[in-house]
C-alpha cells in the first residue's frame, strides 16, 4: 500500500468533494460505492417521449410550445442535434447549493460554470390564508420589530445549550414569529419538526447573504464533471461494492456515507462512536416532480413553504418552470411532502400523494373570497383560480434521506467530540477524526447543515488528514 493512499467509502457528495479536496493535498484515493453510479441523492432526470411520433400540443392534454425552442432547449441540453426524447428534466435531491471560496475554487478546477437563480425565481412566498411575500400582518410586524431592537440590544441572540428552535422565538419574539415563518422554513428545508429542532446546530454559522448556484443542465452535471476531473487525477472508482466493516489494521480510510452505515463500518473499530451514531435519527422525504398542462406558471417565483398551521399535507414547492426555465418546455412544479411532522407519507401509494398534492395546490393558487377582516381566520370561502391537470409525475422517496437536526443530534455530537476516541479538532468542526485509527468521517449529521458547509469541512478535513496522516507516517 502506499504511504499517501486513502480509501474513501461511499460516492455521494460528501465521498467525491473529500476525495478532490484530497487530491489538491497531493494524497492517492480510491472510492468504493455500494451504488452503480456516484452522487448519492444527487441526480438530475430528464422526462421524455418520442417527438417523431407525438408531438406535444393542448389537443392532445400536453404542452404547447415553440417547436424550434423544444429542439434548441433540448439540443443544448442533451449535446445533441437531431431529434430525441425530451420533455423536462427535475432534481431528486438539492436542485443548487450555497456560493463560498471553496465552491469558487472548486468549480474552477473543475471547469464547471455555474449560474444564479434568474429573476423570474427569486421571489419567495409563504402561505397565510393566501399566498404571500411576507406572512405577518401590520401590526405582528411592528411588534416583531420591536423584539428584534430588544434582542440586540440585549444581544440575547445567541442559542443556549440544548435550546430547540421553538423554546429560543418563545424567548426572543413569540409563537407567530415561529408558526408563520421559522417552523415552515426549516421544515422546508431540513424537513424537521420545530419543536425538536437544535437552535445551536441550526444557527452554527452565519453567511453574509448566501446566493444560490446551480449548474445549468442541473446538479448532476456537478457530479459528473467533479467525477470525471477525479477520473483525470487517477482517483479509481469501485461501484456496486459494499463494504464490509472495518477491521483493527484497516487502511486509512474516510467513511463518507449516511449515519446508518457509518455506523455499521466502524463498529469493530470504534465501538462507542458507532452505538452513539446509530442512534441519530434519520428522516424521510418525499418529492412529486409534476409537469401541467399550463402554458405559463401560475406564480413568478422561487417557491412556497407551508405552516402546520395551515393543514398542508405538503411541506412546500418549488418553482422549477421560474427556476429553470430553459430546462423545462412547459410548467413544472417540485412538491416536498413527508419528513418528522408526516413520516408515514413515505408509505402511501402514487394516486394518494398524487392525489394529496392535487388538493394542496388547488388551495394554493385559489383566491379567498369575502373576508375583509384579514386579521381574524375564520372558515374561508374559495373559488378557482388555476385549473390543475398533471401530464407527467415522478415520485422520489427516500426513506433515510436527511438526519433530524435535534436536540438529540446535539447531544450525541457533543459526547462523541468529549470522547477519548475523538482527535481534538478545531470548533466548529463538520467532521470526525479517531484518535487511535486512520480513520475519519463525513457526512451532513455532524452539523454541517447544507452542501457549502460539507465542502467546505471537507477542505478542514483534508488539511487535517495531510498533517496528522502523513506526518507521522504509516
Keep these: 500500500m502506499q504511504k499517501n493512499q486513502v480509501t474513501i467509502i461511499g460516492a455521494g457528495f460528501s465521498g467525491l468533494v473529500t476525495a478532490f479536496a484530497l487530491v489538491q493535498k497531493g494524497l492517492s484515493v480510491k472510492i468504493y460505492e455500494k451504488e452503480s453510479r456516484a452522487g448519492g441523492l444527487i441526480q438530475t432526470q430528464n422526462i421524455s417521449w418520442d417527438p417523431e411520433t407525438h408531438f406535444p400540443d393542448e389537443t392532445s392534454g400536453t404542452l404547447s410550445f415553440e417547436k424550434d425552442q423544444f429542439y434548441s432547449a433540448q439540443a443544448e441540453l442533451q449535446n445533441t442535434t437531431h431529434r430525441e426524447k425530451y420533455i423536462g428534466s427535475y432534481e431528486t435531491g438539492a436542485n443548487g447549493i450555497l456560493n463560498c471560496q471553496a465552491l469558487e475554487f472548486l468549480c474552477n478546477e473543475i471547469k464547471l460554470n455555474l449560474f444564479s437563480v434568474p429573476k423570474s425565481g427569486q421571489k419567495k412566498y409563504i402561505f397565510r390564508q393566501k399566498i404571500r411575500r411576507w406572512p405577518f400582518f401590520f401590526w405582528e410586524t411592528l411588534i416583531l420589530l420591536i423584539l428584534l431592537l430588544r434582542m440586540f440590544w440585549k444581544k440575547s441572540?445567541?442559542?443556549?445549550?440544548?435550546?430547540?428552535?421553538?423554546?429560543?422565538?418563545?424567548?426572543?419574539?413569540?409563537?407567530?414569529?415561529?408558526?408563520?415563518?421559522?417552523?415552515?422554513?426549516?421544515?422546508?428545508?431540513?424537513?424537521?419538526?420545530?419543536?425538536?429542532?437544535?437552535?445551536?446546530?441550526?444557527?452554527?454559522?452565519?453567511?453574509?447573504?448566501?446566493?444560490?448556484?446551480?449548474?445549468?443542465?442541473?446538479?448532476?452535471?456537478?457530479?459528473?464533471?467533479?467525477?470525471?476531473?477525479?477520473?483525470?487525477?487517477?482517483?479509481?472508482?469501485?461501484?456496486?461494492?459494499?463494504?464490509p466493516p472495518l477491521s483493527q489494521n484497516h487502511e486509512p480510510t474516510i467513511v463518507a456515507t449516511s449515519a446508518p452505515a457509518a455506523s455499521r463500518l466502524i463498529q469493530?473499530?470504534?465501538?462507542?462512536?458507532?452505538?452513539?451514531?446509530?442512534?441519530?435519527?434519520?428522516?424521510?422525504?418525499?418529492?412529486?416532480?409534476?409537469?401541467?398542462?399550463?402554458?405559463?406558471?401560475?406564480?413568478?417565483?422561487?417557491?412556497?413553504?407551508?405552516?402546520?398551521?395551515?393543514?398542508?399535507?405538503?411541506?412546500?414547492?418549488?418553482?422549477?418552470?421560474?427556476?429553470?426555465?430553459?430546462?423545462?418546455?412547459?410548467?413544472?412544479?417540485?412538491?416536498?411532502?413527508?419528513?418528522?411532522?408526516?413520516?408515514?407519507?413515505?408509505?402511501?401509494?402514487?394516486?394518494?400523494?398524487?392525489?394529496?398534492?392535487?388538493?394542496?395546490?388547488?388551495?394554493?393558487?385559489?383566491?379567498?373570497?369575502?373576508?375583509?377582516?384579514?386579521?381574524?381566520?375564520?372558515?374561508?370561502?374559495?373559488?378557482?383560480?388555476?385549473?390543475?391537470?398533471?401530464?407527467?409525475?415522478?415520485?422520489?422517496?427516500?426513506?433515510?434521506?436527511?438526519?433530524?437536526?435535534?436536540?438529540?443530534?446535539?447531544?450525541?455530537?457533543?459526547?462523541?467530540?468529549?470522547?477519548?476516541?475523538?482527535?481534538?479538532?478545531?470548533?466548529?468542526?463538520?467532521?470526525?477524526?479517531?484518535?487511535?485509527?486512520?480513520?475519519?468521517?463525513?457526512?451532513?449529521?455532524?452539523?454541517?447543515?447544507?452542501?457549502?458547509?460539507i465542502l467546505e469541512s471537507s477542505f478542514d478535513l483534508a488539511d487535517k488528514i495531510y498533517l496528522q496522516w502523513e506526518s507521522h507516517g504509516p
Design 268 to 453: 469493530n473499530v470504534s465501538p462507542i462512536v458507532s452505538q452513539l451514531i446509530n442512534q441519530i435519527e434519520m428522516l424521510p422525504l418525499v418529492t412529486a416532480q409534476c409537469f401541467y398542462k399550463e402554458k405559463k406558471p401560475p406564480v413568478t417565483g422561487f417557491g412556497c413553504l407551508f405552516p402546520r398551521k395551515e393543514n398542508f399535507q405538503s411541506l412546500g414547492v418549488l418553482f422549477d418552470s421560474n427556476l429553470f426555465p430553459w430546462r423545462n418546455s412547459g410548467v413544472s412544479e417540485r412538491w416536498i411532502l413527508g419528513g418528522a411532522n408526516n413520516p408515514d407519507l413515505i408509505h402511501w401509494s402514487d394516486e394518494k400523494i398524487i392525489l394529496s398534492l392535487q388538493k394542496d395546490r388547488s388551495r394554493l393558487y385559489q383566491k379567498q373570497k369575502q373576508n375583509k377582516d384579514q386579521s381574524q381566520t375564520p372558515p374561508l370561502k374559495w373559488e378557482p383560480k388555476v385549473e390543475s391537470s398533471i401530464i407527467k409525475t415522478h415520485i422520489t422517496r427516500w426513506h433515510q434521506a436527511l438526519p433530524h437536526y435535534t436536540l438529540q443530534l446535539e447531544s450525541i455530537l457533543n459526547q462523541i467530540h468529549d470522547s477519548k476516541e475523538t482527535l481534538p479538532q478545531p470548533t466548529p468542526s463538520y467532521f470526525w477524526m479517531s484518535s487511535t485509527h486512520k480513520l475519519a468521517l463525513i457526512g451532513n449529521y455532524w452539523g454541517g447543515i447544507g452542501l457549502s458547509s
Design 157 to 243: 441572540a445567541r442559542p443556549k445549550e440544548q435550546e430547540s428552535i421553538k423554546q429560543w422565538c418563545e424567548r426572543q419574539f413569540n409563537l407567530i414569529f415561529f408558526n408563520y415563518l421559522l417552523d415552515p422554513i426549516l421544515s422546508g428545508i431540513y424537513a424537521g419538526d420545530g419543536t425538536k429542532l437544535s437552535a445551536r446546530l441550526l444557527f452554527a454559522k452565519k453567511r453574509k447573504k448566501p446566493q444560490t448556484l446551480f449548474p445549468k443542465k442541473g446538479m448532476g452535471e456537478f457530479v459528473e464533471c467533479l467525477k470525471n476531473y477525479l477520473i483525470s487525477k487517477n482517483v479509481t472508482f469501485h461501484f456496486c461494492q459494499e463494504w
